[in-house]
DNA sequence: TGAATATATGAACAATTGTTCATATTTACA
DNA sequence: TGTAAATATGAACAATTGTTCATATATTCA
C-alpha cells in the first residue's frame, strides 16, 4: 500500500475515535453482557423486582452463582438493591439496559 | 418467603422470558462487544472499511492479532470482507452494531 | 518462477472469568 | 439470647479467552 496513504489514514480515522480510556470502559460495560446468567438475571428483571432466590430459581443456578453475579451488575450501574427484612430486591437501574438488550435481541434475529 | 407466592412468582416471570437457546445466543452475541481490541476495531470501521494493517496500525496491536479478532466478529456476522489484491478489506456488516455502540456510549458517560 | 507483501491460522502461554463449596453476615422471631 | 432463613463473600478450580510467535497461504510483479 502507498505508505503516505495508509498514514494519512490511520491518522485520519484515529482522530475521530473516542479516547482509549473511553473505549476501554465500553468494552467492560459490554462484557457484563456477555455472560448468559447475567443475560438471563437482567432479563427477569425486566419484569419486576426480584429477592435473590427468586432470581436463583428463574435461571436455574446456586444462590451463590447469583449472588456473585448481582455484585457484578451492581458494580457496573446495571442494578440496584433494596433491603427489605431478610430479603434483598434486585431491580434495573434505568431504561437503557432494555433497548441494549432489545438491538441484540434484534441482530441475532435476523 | 410464602412458598407459594414464590413458586408463582418464579413461573410468572419465566414465561416472560425469551427462550434460554436465545439468551445464550444474545449473551454470546455481546461477548463480542466485551473486549477492548474488538470494542476498537469497530470504532474504527464505523469511519470507513479499512485493510488489516491499517486496524494493526489504528489500534497499536500485532497483524496476527486483528486478523484473530476479525475473524470472531466475522463469526457473529459483525463485519464482512472484500479482498482486492493482496488486502483484505472489513467493513461494518450493518448499523445496528454503530446504535448499540452508541448506546453503551450514553450509558457510562452519564 | 521466485521474491516480496498482506493476510490467515495453529500452538502455546498467561490471564481472566464463572461456578461451587464452605462459611460469614444480617435480620426476624421464638 | 439462640435458632433459622436469606444473602454475601472468600478460596479454589476448571474453563475460556486474548495475545504472541512461527508459519502457511494468497497475491502481485519483476
Redesign the interface.
Known amino acids: 500500500?502507498a505508505h503516505e496513504e495508509?498514514k494519512d489514514?490511520?491518522q485520519?480515522?484515529?482522530s475521530?475515535?473516542?479516547d482509549?480510556d473511553?473505549?476501554?470502559?465500553?468494552?467492560?460495560?459490554?462484557?457484563?453482557?456477555?455472560?448468559?446468567t447475567?443475560?438471563?438475571i437482567m432479563?427477569?428483571l425486566?419484569?419486576?423486582e426480584?429477592?435473590v432466590?427468586?432470581i436463583a430459581?428463574?435461571v436455574g443456578m446456586e444462590q451463590s452463582t447469583v449472588s456473585h453475579q448481582l455484585r457484578v451488575l451492581r458494580q457496573e450501574n446495571l442494578v440496584k438493591v433494596r433491603r427489605d427484612g431478610k430479603?434483598s430486591y434486585y431491580s434495573l437501574e434505568?431504561e437503557?439496559?432494555q433497548?441494549?438488550?432489545e438491538?441484540?435481541?434484534?441482530?441475532?434475529?435476523e
Open positions: 500500500m495508509h489514514i490511520v485520519e480515522v484515529k475521530t475515535m473516542p482509549t473511553t473505549l476501554f470502559e465500553l468494552a467492560d460495560f459490554f462484557k457484563v453482557f456477555g455472560d448468559s447475567r443475560i438471563r432479563c427477569a425486566f419484569e419486576r426480584l429477592s432466590c427468586c430459581d428463574i430479603q434505568d437503557h439496559i433497548k441494549i438488550f438491538m441484540g435481541l434484534e441482530h441475532i434475529l
